[in-house]
């Protein structure tokens, strides 16, 4: 399984996409519609201190794939600065769902605090997914970005999840030895940060 796990590609973001939006349908960044995923991806594969990987079943389809970046305040700030490539994928996105536009707002201002807290030698896990939980490929998946994570010397991997109605994710992390930091609120949402301390660094 591990010899199926490789760098995603820009080829590779239309499955990626399809992919997230099954895995998380109904979530924010779901509900903006495909144009944004994949827009969105491609500028991840752009960040230089991207972390990206997809695994491949035996046929070579993509069936997970594991996204997230080093220096998350730095990956938002040039996310901010090529707002201009969201644009036409948002305009989408709103014509179909009006209803969204509160909450573009109030993420727009939740992305513009980052740099508040210095997390340059952190490393975001920004989604992970896979087609089936069979075989433990999200372990697989998860365990190969822990490991390029540290291969760029991050002092830590951290990610949000809702604290809610999600015992079958907070048992996932919390089974990779991942330990609750903290609390976020976005919007009506209870978010928990989870945090994984590289063992290297002291």
Same mark, same amino acid.
């Given at each position: 399984m591990k010899k199926s796990i490789k760098p995603m590609t820009p080829s590779d973001v239309k499955y990626v996409v399809k992919l997230h939006q099954k895995a998380f349908r109904g979530f924010f960044l779901e509900l903006l519609g495909k144009e944004f995923l994949k827009a969105y991806y491609q500028r991840i594969l752009k960040f230089s201190e991207s972390i990206a990987i997809v695994s491949l079943d035996e046929k070579g389809k993509i069936n997970g794939f594991a996204v997230g970046f080093?220096?998350?305040?730095?990956?938002?700030?040039?996310?901010?600065?090529?707002?201009?490539?969201?644009? !036409?994928?948002?305009?989408?996105?709103?014509?179909?769902?009006?209803? !969204?536009? !509160?909450?573009?707002?109030?993420?727009f201002f939740r992305v513009s605090k980052y740099g508040r807290v210095d997390r340059k030698n952190s490393v975001e896990l920004s989604s992970i997914a896979v087609k089936s939980s069979k075989k433990g490929l999200g372990s697989i998946l998860l365990q190969k970005f822990i490991e390029n994570s540290w291969q760029k010397e991050a002092y830590e991997v951290f990610l949000t999840t809702d604290k809610d109605d999600n015992e079958?994710?907070?048992?996932?992390?919390?089974?990779?030895?991942?330990?609750?930091?903290? !609390?976020?609120?976005?919007?009506?949402?209870?978010?928990i940060i989870y945090t994984l301390k590289n063992p290297k660094i002291k």
């Open positions: 080093k220096n998350p305040d730095l990956f938002y700030k040039e996310f901010k600065i090529n707002w201009y490539s969201f644009l !036409l994928p948002l305009i989408k996105g709103l014509v179909k769902k009006p209803y !969204l536009i !509160l909450s573009i707002i109030l993420n079958k994710v907070i048992n996932f992390y919390e089974s990779h030895f991942f330990k609750k930091t903290g !609390l976020e609120k976005r919007n009506n949402r209870t978010m």
